[in-house]
């Protein structure tokens, strides 16, 4: 796992994410398009997956980056806050978190939680 942390950015698939999307709004990438062209090339990654139980830790940390980006551009797109939640619901990546100890399993159990609700607080746009 390429984690270090429990928070959002404290992942390398998530900063690998953000990193992205902050090379396309420099370039003057609108959020939405910015948006549809990592989706499209992670998810395209994420065929190579046998199961979706394998698959659903990365697909989670997609979603919920995604999701956070979008929020801070006050942009959030109804179909990335929908499978964000989807995804938060079913356990998100809390699988990758199993084998560690306690405390780091409970506390990004805690930020999923969160996370959600800040997502069930924002409105998003239907774009």
């Not at 992205?20 to 065929?47: C, F, H, Q, V, Y």
Request: negative net charge; aromatic residues 10%.
């Amino acid at each position: 796992m390429g984690a270090w942390g429990t928070g959002l950015w404290e992942d390398d698939l998530a900063c690998d994410i953000q990193d992205e999307w902050n090379e396309l709004l420099d370039e003057g990438m609108s959020p939405r398009k910015a948006a549809k062209i990592i989706l499209k090339s992670w998810l395209e990654e994420l065929e190579d997956y046998d199961d979706e139980l394998e698959r659903q830790p990365d697909e989670s940390i997609l979603y919920i980056s995604l999701a956070a980006l979008q929020m801070r551009h006050r942009a959030l797109t109804v179909g990335i806050k929908k499978k964000a939640i989807e995804l938060i619901d079913k356990g998100a990546d809390l699988e990758l978190w199993k084998d560690s100890d306690v405390q780091d399993y409970e506390e990004r159990k805690k930020f999923l939680i969160e996370f959600k609700e800040k997502l069930d607080q924002t409105r998003a746009r239907f774009f």
